[in-house]
């Protein structure tokens, strides 16, 4: 177990370590940061001047070991557009994206199991039927217009739930469910065809004839051998949801997260920050799949670690 | 034996079952009827598809959908599994007083739980026991069925164990809460040679030494031969003999049970090649209106396509042959 953990946390920083590389080298190609943060009337001197002060007049090798030194320190630097340090921000806004993320795929699984188990238990019933098509039209729908959709219906139109912003509770309800309903439509899908495969298993048989409660041997005995693909899944999705769609939920709610402020860092040309947000959320990913194979160990006794 | 000796343990009468495919209405059940007593083994013989798990399954209430059972009844100590009126005792009897066991002991254990999870939860959901209580008589099970280290073992998943092994196991399980009646669905005929032996001198000892009944399905005549009191050969969907073992292997009424003994090789006739039945079964969407053997019957006769013969040969001894009725009666 030990020499797992180790052999995992050093594979995890390779891979934060190739991103941040990589973030590092994109940053400084694409744009020049000095013109962007000068007015356009600055002189020679001054553009120096603050090229010198970010450090960028330096030959990149030695910004590279510089930028590395202060990386060990979680110091990016300070933010150029909110004038303080690029980490502060992302801590402020990370919670608000992880909160806005644990509602939205939370929602998902409590809907997408239970239903993927009925749906499952009768392929081809009403209920398999509807599921199905449901989350066809779930996985077409793009979810930038989805949350438009509710804003324009619930916010709008029948004025019961606030257009964009935080506050009360009732502001996470439209982002999350956003964020929560294209998951929803991938998982249910998995967890009916997951099930219908353990449904037809010798071991269901076995369970049956042992005379266990119909609830026991479809939600411990089949649920938890299907529970590796949906576990699967479920990581995937957490991990798209804080580096993907939290980008297009939180722009079209102006939820204060970090999808949102790196949006506005690309567009400051804000380098620094998102540096920190690249690198932040590199660590969320490399930590999540660490988590998730601990989990299908926990679920899965067949499966070696290593 | 608390029962009076005219019910016998296990009874179904004329058991239907049919299963909705899409290519049709198989009947893989046409009309089975048999009857286990307390203490006797009763070996169930016939080529794949001839309907005899679908008959145990039927008891087991292991029949899904497109299955469906579509008449008769099966009686345990003379109560009916079927009536849906019975279901609280329906659900005492299953997994408590009748117990089964699988052919695919690789399959049949769920991969995620450790034997001892598996064990106990039919002790603490049928017996009530508690956590302990469960545990030490899992011990004691897995003891029972030549499994040394139990308490190792308990903690154990399946696929850390032996095909052997793991059919002992559902052997463990299968005796948990004491049931009157095994049913052992082929149980041998995924392990090795050698293996076989162990797993039915077990078998054939737990069922001397437990005095439990049990059905045993094969198609190992032989087996039969040696673990079985009665023996009932079926043939698309229905019991076409059945009878004594020791009767029926000395003197095979039906023509198909003749064939069967016929093409089960033996070590002291020596034969240039292996004898067998020709044809093949009739499709079950389909089968024919008379005698469903017919069609391969080297003794077939006029009356044979038109009706199935029931002949009673006494000593509880039922044959549906027409040759039967000839020689026999009347």
Known sequence: ????IYRRLVHGLVVILGVTVIVFVVTR???????????????????????????LDRPIPIQFVEFMGNLVRLDFGESLWQKRPAMD???????????????????????????????????????????????????SVPQFWLGLLFIVVFAVQFKILPTSGTGTPAHILLPALTMGLP???????????????????????????????F?????????RNAGLPIMTLVGWEVIRSLAGYSVVVETVFAWPGIGLTAIQAIEREDLILIQAIVFTAAVCVVLINIAMDFLYKLIDPRLKLA | MTASPKIPL???????????????????????????DYGQTLGIVGESGSGKSVAVQAVMGLIFTPGHIEGGDILFKGRSLLDPAGRKFVRQVRGKEIAMIFQDPMTSLNPVFTIGTQITEV???????????ARHRAMGLLDMVDINAPEKRLKQYPHEMSGGMRQRVMIAMALACEPRLIIADEPTTALDVTI???ILELLADLQQRLNVSVILITHDLGVVAQLCHRVAVMYAGRIVEVGDADQVFAAPVHPYTQGLIRATPRLDVVTERMVSIDGVPPDLISPPKGCAFFPRCDQAKKACSRMQALVELGDDRHVSCWCAAKENVR
């Open chain 1, 183 to 213: 998951t929803l439509a991938r998982l249910v899908m998995l967890v009916r065809s997951s099930m219908i495969d353990e449904l037809n298993r010798q071991y269901v048989k076995t369970s049956f004839a042992k005379g266990l409660p």
């Open chain 1, 215 to 223: 609830v026991r041997v479809v939600g411990l005995h089949a649920l």
């Open chain 2, 10 to 36: 296990l009874e179904a009468r004329d058991l239907v079952v049919n299963f909705y495919t899409r290519g049709g209405v198989v009947q893989a059940s046409r009309g089975v009827s048999f009857q286990v």
């Open chain 2, 123 to 133: 002790l603490r959901h049928h017996m009530g026991m508690t956590k302990d209580q």
């Open chain 1, 29 to 55: 190609m694409v744009g020049d940061p000095v013109q962007v943060m000068l007015p356009l009337e600055s002189t020679p001197e001054q553009r120096a001047a603050f090229e010198q002060k970010l450090g």
């Open chain 2, 196 to 198: 076989q032996a162990q």
């Open chain 1, 89 to 139: 921000i992302v801590f402020e806004k990370l919670p608000m994206t992880i909160l806005l993320t644990a509602v939205g795929i939370g929602f998902a699984c409590v809907m997408a199991i239970p239903l993927g188990i009925i749906a499952a238990l009768r392929p081809g019933g009403v209920v398999d039927r509807v599921t199905v098509f449901g989350s066809l039209l779930g996985l």
């Open chain 1, 1 to 4: 177990m030990g020499r797992f």
